[in-house]
């Protein structure tokens, strides 16, 4: 039990700590940060735009959640679609042979390779998951 | 949660779209980057290859079926662009590794034509070289 909560902890120090400084950094150039987007290919310049805009606040909006006891579950629900929207993207990229650097952090130089970028995630995503499957568990057995 | 999950989600529409109309103008005004592409990638499907290197290079060796900018004139290459290119059909520019040429024109084809699907071959002439172009 101590250990579960360790874990959670930890896993939201993370997650926290990672979306926040990726958010902040991002807000700073969202032309920047579009660019990355639109070196992925997978979408036109208008949206890549839209979301280099939209998707800095979210991040950091979700970071900030992590401390509210009430929103705590939906900010780690939706920095998990976050890391799978991001995972696809990078492991496409990487199926696809592009040559970029994830744009993590903003710009297109910013960020570490692909192959980095898709393990990071990964562990992000799978912090993400585990907590918000036990918490789940943990309510269930509440409830009964 | 759905309603957290939600909440968050519209939350962070109102930040955003200060943000948009704070810097509009540097939004507005921003122009999508010329995306470098692989040989192995660009050969998938139909491509237009342009090629910005000097005449002289071109006729010792040249990308299959690739278009000199430089033999042509750039309003022949503009015609040439026209007559060629269909939908779906990728326009790669190259020129020798490490030269500005290729992302020149690159910039300079899609301001004149309005084309999106322009690109630069990554590692140039020679990077299509060692995928066995000549």
Redesign the interface.
Known sequence: MKARRWFDGGALVALGAVFGVAGALK?AD??AF??AI??Y?LL??GA??ALA??LP??EL??AV?LGIA??R???V??LAGLCTVFLVALILARI????LSCGCLGG?SSGSDLGTAIVRDAVLLALAAVYLTSRGRRKANQGR | ?????V???L???L??LA??AL?WE??HG????V??I?Y??ASRGGVLWLDARPAEDFRKGHVPGAVSIAEEGWDRTLAVVARRWAPGTKIVVYCAAGCDLAREAAVRLRGDTGL?DVYVL?GGWAAATGEGAR
């Open positions: 807000l969202p032309v579009a660019d639109y070196r290919r036109p310049w890549s735009l805009v939209y606040w979210l909006i979700c959640a009430r929103l579950r939906p900010a629900a939706v696809r042979g592009l040559s297109e | 949660m759905i309603r957290g999950v909440i968050l989600l939350v962070a529409v930040p955003a943000s948009v810097r540097r939004l921003a122009e999508a980057p995306v470098g692989t192995r990638e999106g990554e």
